[in-house]
T-cell receptor, first 114, second 111 residues
Framework: DVKVTQSSRYLVKRTGEKVFLECVQD?????MFWYRQDPGLGLRLIYF???????EKGDIPEGYSVSREKKERFSLILESASTNQTSMYLC?????????????FGSGTRLTVV | QKEVEQNSGPLSVPEGAIASLNCTYS??????FFWYRQYSGKSPELIMS????GDKEDGRFTAQLNKASQYVSLLIRDSQPSDSATYLC???????????FGTGTRLTIIP
């Protein structure tokens, strides 16, 4: 089974801190994604990457950046954490089409910014 | 109009009955369709995928796709309390690697 591992299950950070969320997958997936999930708003795409050193903005990239130095690792960075970034963060990965098997999600990181 | 729409629910179904979840999408170029189940506080897990018109069955789950009408549905037969969760519909559009998700339907199975 593909495993997508997120480094922290729960995280509490202070306003203004720089926050790193790590995601590692073990199945050579080219595509990786970062979402946040909030009640009533569903899953919103922050950033995604089709391959190493490639990144694309999603629907809500403001206040975030990403890094993909190795194929298996995709990091989300909150440059200066704010309370409105309190959320559940989900990492996902998949093969590129036509190997169309959908996403595999990590277990999520629930981030609280105080 | 949202790209992928689902009724938010909650949808309550008696144990043993059939639960029917529906999803409509706006892009006629959509190619691939997925149903994810998400338990409270957990991440989504893939339960069904469907790519061509018609029905696809896997155990108690049946996915139905009608591209002409732009809807996809999920039927859960013999519903169990463990099926109580939020079900997310996701669509991949042609030429696009990312999935677009609906906001989910919360399903409650009543014992």
């Amino acid at each position: 089974d593909v495993k997508v591992t997120q480094s922290s299950r729960y995280l509490v950070k202070r306003t203004g801190e720089k926050v790193f969320l790590e995601c590692v997958q073990d199945m050579d997936h080219e595509n990786m994604f970062w979402y946040r999930q909030d009640p009533g708003l569903g899953l919103r795409l922050i950033y995604f990457s089709y391959d190493v050193k490639m990144k694309e903005k999603g629907d809500i990239p403001e206040g975030y950046s990403v890094s993909r130095e190795k194929k298996e690792r995709f990091s989300l960075i909150l440059e200066s954490a704010s309370t409105n970034q309190t959320s559940m963060y989900l990492c996902a990965s998949k093969y590129p089409s036509p190997r169309d098997y959908g996403y595999t999600f990590g277990s999520g990181t629930r981030l609280t910014v105080v | 109009q949202k790209e992928v729409e689902q009724n938010s629910g909650p949808l309550s179904v008696p144990e043993g009955a059939i639960a029917s979840l529906n999803c409509t999408y706006s892009d006629r170029g959509s190619q691939s369709f997925f149903w994810y189940r998400q338990y409270s506080g957990k991440s989504p897990e893939l339960i069904m995928s469907i790519y061509s018109n018609g029905d696809k069955e896997d155990g108690r789950f049946t996915a139905q796709l009608n591209k002409a009408s732009q809807y996809v549905s999920l039927l859960i037969r013999d519903s169990q309390p463990s099926d109580s969760a939020t079900y997310l519909c996701a669509v991949r559009n042609f030429g696009n690697e990312k999935l677009t998700f609906g906001t989910g339907t919360r399903l409650t199975i009543i014992p």
